[in-house]
C-alpha cells in the first residue's frame, strides 16, 4: 500500500491526475485500451473536471473505456446517479463516444441492473478475467466503499462481479461491483478529503484487527495490483505516520 498525505488538494489532484494519466498511457500502448472504473460521490467531480479540461490532450482519450464501480438506484437523470455527474464534469465534456461508456441500467430492477452490468464487463473482457488497469474508488464517513456498506450482505460475497445490495440505514438499493471484482484491478486509488473521514481512514489504514463488517474498505486488496491512497491533511489528521 502507498500512502500519500497533502496539504493542499491543488497538489493532490495534479499528483492523481497525473498517475492515471500514466497508467492509462501506459495500457494504450500495451494493450490499445484503458480500462478505467469511476467513482461516484462528490469527491471525484472536480478530478473529473481538470481531466476534461488541463490534461484533455494528455491521453488518448478515445482508446478509454469508462465503468462505474458503484451506481444508486435512481434514474438516469437523477442528480443522485453517479454516472450523470461523471457525464456532465468528464465524458461529455471529452466527447467520448458512447460505446466507450458503460452506464449501469437504473430502468432495470437492481438484481437485473446488476447481471446486466457483470454480463457488459465480462463481455468486455471476452470471458476472461475482468482486470482494470485503473479503478478509482471514494470513502465515506462509514468506511463504505463503492456500494461496499457496513453490515451489509455483499461484503460476504465470494463473486467476482456486481451485485445489488439492499441498504438498510438508506432504505434504497445500490448496485456495486464486489470486492472480489475490484481487487483483480492493476491499480486502485483511493480518494478522500475532509475531517469527517478521519476516523474511517485510521480504522481503515491503521486498525491492527480487521473489521471488515464495519470497515469495507478494509476489504480492498489487490490480488496482483498497486493500492494507492491520496488524502488530504484533514482525512489523515488521525493517523499516526
Ligand atoms: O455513495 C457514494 O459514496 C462514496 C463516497 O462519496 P463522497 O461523496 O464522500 O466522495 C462514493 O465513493 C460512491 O461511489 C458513492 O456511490
Redesign the pocket.
Known amino acids: 500500500m502507498n500512502l500519500l498525505i497533502y496539504h493542499g488538494k491543488d497538489e493532490l489532484l495534479e499528483d492523481l491526475a497525473t498517475f492515471i494519466l500514466k497508467v492509462g498511457n501506459e495500457a494504450i500502448a500495451e494493450n490499445g485500451r484503458f480500462n478505467f472504473v469511476l467513482?461516484?460521490?462528490?469527491?471525484?467531480k472536480t478530478l473529473y473536471q481538470q481531466l476534461a479540461t488541463k490534461y484533455k490532450d494528455d491521453l488518448d482519450w478515445q482508446q478509454v473505456y469508462f465503468f462505474f464501480?458503484?451506481e444508486?438506484n435512481v434514474s438516469a437523470t437523477d442528480k443522485d446517479y453517479?454516472g450523470l455527474m461523471a457525464a456532465e464534469s468528464l465524458l461529455r465534456p471529452l466527447n467520448i463516444q458512447e460505446d466507450h461508456i458503460f452506464y449501469v441500467n437504473t430502468s432495470l430492477s437492481p438484481v437485473e441492473a446488476a447481471s446486466a452490468y457483470q454480463n457488459e464487463i465480462n463481455m468486455h473482457f471476452n470471458g476472461g478475467l475482468p482486470a482494470f488497469d485503473f479503478i478509482l474508488?471514494?470513502?465515506?464517513d462509514d468506511a463504505?466503499?463503492?456500494?461496499l456498506f457496513p453490515e451489509t450482505e455483499i461484503l460476504e460475497s465470494s463473486e467476482v462481479g456486481v451485485e445489488a445490495v439492499f441498504v438498510e440505514k438508506l432504505n434504497t438499493y445500490?448496485i456495486s461491483m464486489t470486492a472480489g471484482l475490484i481487487n483483480h484491478a492493476k491499480n486502485i486509488a483511493f480518494l478522500v478529503f475532509g475531517k469527517s473521514k478521519a476516523d474511517a481512514v485510521k480504522q481503515v489504514i491503521e486498525s491492527e484487527e480487521e473489521d471488515t463488517t464495519h470497515y469495507p474498505a478494509q476489504l480492498i486488496k489487490p490480488y496482483n495490483g498497486h493500492v494507492t491512497w491520496f488524502l488530504d491533511q484533514e482525512a489523515a489528521a488521525n493517523l499516526n505516520t
Open positions: 467513482t461516484g460521490g462528490s469527491s471525484p464501480g458503484d444508486r453517479n474508488l471514494g470513502m465515506g463504505h466503499t463503492a456500494s445500490r
